[in-house]
């Protein structure tokens, strides 16, 4: 019996005294899908054009650090990389500027067509895809404003957008025989005093109407819609508030997105996340860690972190929680900032798990506080790295810190020779 197996024999132990069955909470945690963020891997840059980079809409992904993903093959290189590092059975969440373009396709006329080599890809890889359209990052959102913009030509390009975005989410739906999850964000908002704020969140209701006009099967895809706080260039106004999109999905039945960083720093999304399911059924989250403002940095196994996922594992059986990335950070190695964030996410989802939920609502319902928070404190002592150490080894990816001398292997081999 080896080190990881003979720790886990005790850590089952241990708490099978509190009433809690290990092997149950890795069979759950390994059913549960992360949806991978394309967009670490080369800084939000997309390949709709060579060399392009990033602008506009509120987003900035800092820092130069050598090795980021060139080109479609080179990005899918780095993904299998990080899939063959992480535990469990995971999905890719796309953006539209990274379809395979021939030749410049502007982003009214993208198609299905486009992505078919994405579709083949994440069957040969065994995942599934998500999808966004990409509302930033271009001539006709430089001033601000897209779907609620009071120039009809640049909505209508917009919405054309979207038109074809969720054509081809569904188009991967189909392929991939699971829901393709199509998210819609826009930067629209302004620097500083507006006065017809009425006005723009009028045009933007009228927009995503005209957007989500044709139906899909919720077998094919469904939509999201995520709201912000404000961006860069936006602190004044931004015109998909919280509240604006909170009212949208709960009257047009769309999902709703909540984004770890598109709120107030002393806001808890956690909490959020139960009081919004007394109304829905079904929601989508970004996980994110922003620094004093949507920052985006690499997800760690934080309080807030932790505190989602306790949320997400205590949610009634009836509802579904879709579970997202959103980070970019250019300062430090793409695939170490993949991989720390990714097994962030699930060691957070496997202490929720393991948690003596059973005894600490007892203690609740019997209103014995002082039991209850001395059981919640106790419960973090409680063994998980064991745990978390057998999962890896049972899902064949290294256990421990043994992935970072792979992570080494692999920019000495591979993201060093770019230039």
Known sequence: MSRIDRAYA???EHYAEYGVDTAAALDALAAYPISIHCWQADDVGGFERPGAALGGGGIQATGNYPGKARNIAEARSDYEKVLSLVPG???????????????????????PEHFEGWIEWAQAQGIALDFNCTCFSHPKADDGYTLASKDAAIREFWIAHVHRCREIAGAMGRAQGSPCIHNLWIPDGAKDITVDRFGHRAHLLESLDACFAQDYPVTEMKDAV???????GAEW??????????????????????DMGHYHP???VADKVPAYLQFADELLLHVSRPIRWDSDHVVLLDDPTRDLA?????????????????????????IGAYVTGIRATQQALLQALLSPEVRLLAHEEAGENFERLALLET??????????????QQQGVPPGAQWIADVRAYEHAVLAKRS
Do not use: M
């Open 237 to 258: 106004f931004t015109a998909g508030s919280h509240e604006f999109y909170l009212g949208y999905a709960l009257s047009r039945n769309k999902l709703l997105c909540f």
């Open 379 to 392: 419960a973090k002592a409680l063994p998980f790295g064991a745990v978390w150490d057998y999962f890896c």
């Open 310 to 334: 306790h949320e997400i594992v205590r949610r009634r059986h009836d509802k579904q929680i879709h579970l997202a990335l959103d980070f970019f950070d250019a300062a430090i190695n793409r």
């Open 89 to 111: 059975s995971h999905r890719l969440n796309l953006h539209a500027s990274y379809g395979e373009f021939p030749q410049f396709t502007e982003r009214d006329a993208i198609g």
């Open 226 to 232: 995520e709201s912000k706080l404000f961006g860069i």
């Open 266 to 268: 002393t806001e808890s």
């Open 10 to 12: 005790l850590a089952q």
